[in-house]
């Protein structure tokens, strides 16, 4: 693909050999309702999945992104049982910056710890950087989240600071602590963090 494209395939899947991420659908919300029920869930999250029209907020806030062109979605099948089992996105994409951010991720608690985030994650570097080309990717989580920025720094991700009281969440307001991957760590990055992954 040339390194100068400037939009996403149509129809962009993306995959690993644990993992399956598939465009959201509006429909996928039948299968999020059962997985979303814990409200301690959302407590970083910017909107409380848990209440479902706040989750029907936010699968139209993603599919409109989509039409936009600034961010793409994804349901996480497990290959295992098949079954779709969270989300993660692509965001915030500059294509002439060559940048977009990785976020908006979560998973139902039954899949947590389970190497499913872990996938997805690479599935999600591993085309922006030798696909896509992109220079730089960005995450995004918020400053008290321990578990995700422990996540994070698990894959190779440098922290690059925290910018203070920098989102709106339904819990108040988030100072967010940003990550970053380039394109010139990622070969390193793969073979360290992510060796015997395909």
Same mark, same amino acid.
């Given at each position: 693909?040339?390194?100068?494209?400037?939009?996403?395939?149509?129809?962009?899947?993306?995959?690993?050999?644990?993992?399956?991420?598939?465009?959201?659908?509006?429909?996928?919300?039948?299968?999020?309702?059962?997985?979303?029920?814990?409200?301690?869930?959302?407590?970083?999250?910017?909107?409380?999945?848990?209440?479902?029209?706040?989750?029907?907020?936010?699968?139209?806030?993603?599919?409109?992104?989509?039409?936009?062109?600034?961010?793409?979605?994804?349901?996480?099948?497990?290959?295992?049982?098949?079954?779709?089992?969270?989300?993660?996105?692509?965001?915030?994409?500059?294509? &002439?910056?060559?940048? !977009?951010?990785?976020?908006? +991720?979560?998973?139902? @608690?039954? /899949?947590? #710890?389970?190497?499913?985030?872990?996938?997805?994650?690479?599935?999600?570097?591993?085309?922006?950087?030798?696909?896509?080309?992109?220079?730089?990717?960005?995450?995004?989580?918020?400053?008290?989240?321990?578990?995700?920025?422990?996540?994070?720094?698990?894959?190779?991700?440098?922290?690059?600071?925290?910018?203070?009281?920098?989102?709106?969440?339904?819990?108040?307001?988030?100072?967010?602590?940003? &990550?970053?991957?380039? !394109?010139?760590?990622?070969? +390193?990055?793969?073979? @360290?963090? /992510?060796? #015997?992954?395909?």
């Amino acid at each position: 693909m040339s390194d100068d494209f400037k939009s996403f395939p149509k129809k962009l899947s993306l995959e690993t050999s644990r993992i399956l991420l598939q465009p959201l659908q509006e429909k996928d919300i039948e299968y999020f309702s059962p997985l979303v029920k814990d409200k301690k869930m959302w407590v970083y999250f910017s909107k409380d999945l848990s209440i479902q029209n706040e989750l029907e907020s936010w699968i139209r806030e993603a599919l409109t992104g989509r039409l936009l062109g600034n961010r793409i979605q994804f349901a996480i099948i497990d290959k295992k049982t098949n079954k779709i089992c969270g989300s993660t996105s692509y965001g915030k994409i500059s294509f &002439y910056d060559k940048r !977009l951010e990785i976020g908006w +991720s979560w998973l139902g @608690k039954e /899949f947590m #710890g389970t190497g499913i985030n872990r996938n997805a994650k690479f599935a999600l570097l591993r085309y922006a950087f030798e696909t896509m080309k992109f220079e730089r990717v960005e995450i995004a989580t918020d400053n008290l989240n321990e578990r995700a920025n422990a996540a994070l720094e698990k894959i190779g991700a440098i922290k690059e600071g925290v910018l203070r009281s920098r989102k709106l969440v339904h819990s108040g307001r988030r100072d967010s602590a940003y &990550y970053s991957i380039l !394109l010139i760590e990622w070969e +390193s990055v793969k073979e @360290k963090f /992510f060796k #015997g992954f395909n």
